[in-house]
């Protein structure tokens, strides 16, 4: 088993982050009632996430869809609980979310299965991610490179993006920090 794909936090699994796909392409926009028009640069990362306590790796598309499903995950394992209730502009924001974890509780029901946690890393980068904390409706915890083996801790969400976002910025031949 190799223990850097393994590692534990206490009675709790790090769950696994697999970048395979890196999709950038060119958003065109008006601005304002114009003619003018805007270019804006859009990266769209795909991959899957796993943790040890469930046999299936869980696809996303894009940092949005990553952070929804991990935080559903978060929210079945109860660890770490969060400490406000979810808001939403009305019932429809919540029961959304409701209904991406009914959607992923057969998976998650399923026991534990190593193979998976050995099946190889993601073809672009693969990330250790451990929240230890989900306090002030953000989460706090550390995430390590593994191709690297670098690690930084994050106080938010936004901070765990950037620190995604700037090591798949880093190309192969200057992946020394991020």
Not at 97 to 102: D, G, L
Request: with cysteine; charged share 25%.
């Amino acid at each position: 088993m190799k223990a850097a794909i393994r590692q534990y936090s206490g009675n709790i699994p790090v769950t696994i982050v697999n970048v395979n796909t890196i999709l950038e392409c060119v958003v065109r926009r008006r601005s304002g009632g114009g003619s003018l028009t805007e270019a804006v640069p859009l990266r769209i990362v795909q991959g899957e996430l796993h943790n040890g306590c469930f046999t299936e790796k869980i696809p996303f598309t894009g940092f949005h869809d990553l952070v929804m499903k991990l935080d559903a995950l978060l929210d079945h394992l109860a660890f770490p609980q969060r400490d406000t209730a979810l808001r939403s502009f009305g019932k429809n924001g919540i029961r959304r979310y409701h209904q991406m974890k009914e959607d992923l509780l057969p998976r998650l029901e399923q026991p534990w299965n190593e193979r998976v946690m050995q099946e190889g890393w993601g073809s672009c980068a693969t990330f250790s991610v451990h929240v230890y904390a989900r306090q002030n409706s953000s989460w706090q915890g550390t995430v390590r490179w593994l191709e690297a083996k670098e690690e930084r801790k994050f106080r938010s969400v936004l901070e765990l993006s950037y620190l995604l976002e700037s090591a798949l910025d880093l190309g192969p031949e200057n992946q020394t920090s991020v």
